[in-house]
């Protein structure tokens, strides 16, 4: 049997009618670029979210970019993330003179530790910004981190771009902060063909900003008020996602399920399984395990044609791009030890029962249980 990490033909191959409908209709109007289509899904996602605005762009990468900048940060001013996270929370920013700084995590969740946050902001000067991950889909301590960031005086963007779905105490993520990103990424658990992403605020001065700096810096046709950028979601994306957003919730439980499934059949296996606590709804956007020999179960789990992942493998503070802000290994024990251990197995809304059984008898098999 051979497992893929992800399958996007077989998970949609139940809406391939109404997605070619979707596209013929695009075709038809002649409209693709910021329309009608773009200005509904808008609608339709802060509506989930539960916010005031939403703001299509081109990537998840240009929602973290566009949203720190639509806030107000400048060059010079810093912004505190997670280092285990995608390097695109950081570099978007970094970019523009933005300069991070890194907070440990949580052993149990992989996502920013409040304590060291708040030894962080106590002791270091000019953060601007606190980016707290939704990894993998499961939701940050949001009370604990706003109220830190509330006593320091730090805006929060909530980097949500692995997180459609995902509830803290009830409320979707995405809707805590000043703003939030979203990525379209087509693996993301709401998905395009290609790429895409959203910032979504409830401030009227970040959304003006926002519509800005996504369109060249417009502030009405050829009339341009500040730099800005060719960022824009398209209108077949836009009215391919806004159907889709009506399945999000099914395909997050066919998720959910999935997971129940890895977690009853490896509980007696010798890996640390994904935590979920009660005020906390994960969407498995990945199913993210720590296993002891991880390497070397990567390897056996390829030779039975289970294809795994690292999400990721180098932490950001050690990659060789940001060597110069002077962190070294030790800097943060906790996110190396947790990338050192885990392994991504795959789980996407169409995986059997069959396959998933088939994934947990090899890795029972590869402990020797």
Known sequence: ????????ARDHKEIRSELLGITERILTN?????????EAFE????????AKYAVGVGSGTDAIKIAGLAYGLKKGDKIVTTPNTYIATVMSLSLHG??????????STYNMDPERL???LRKEKGIKLCIPVHLYGYPSSLDEIAAICRQNGVGILEDACQAHGSLYK??????FGDVSAFSFYPTKNLGCYGDGGMLVTNSDSIYKNALMLRNHGQHERHVHVVEGYNSRLDELQAAILRYKLTKLD???EKRRKIASWYKKKLKDVPVALPVEEPWGYHVYHLFVIRAEKRDDLMKYLFHKGITTLIHYPIPIHLQKTYQTLGYKKGSFPRAEAV????VSLPLYPSLTEEEVQYVCESIHQFYGV
């Open 1 to 8: 049997m051979n497992v893929k990490m992800f399958d996007l």
């Open 30 to 38: 002649g409209e693709f670029i910021l329309s009608k289509e773009v």
């Open 43 to 50: 609608d339709a996602f802060a509506q989930y979210i539960g």
């Open 98 to 107: 933005i300069i991070p700084v890194f907070c440990d995590v949580e052993t």
């Open 118 to 120: 708040e030894d962080i």
């Open 170 to 175: 009830g409320k979707k993520v995405g809707g």
């Open 250 to 252: 099914i395909w997050n």
């Open 339 to 342: 990338v050192s251990e885990i």
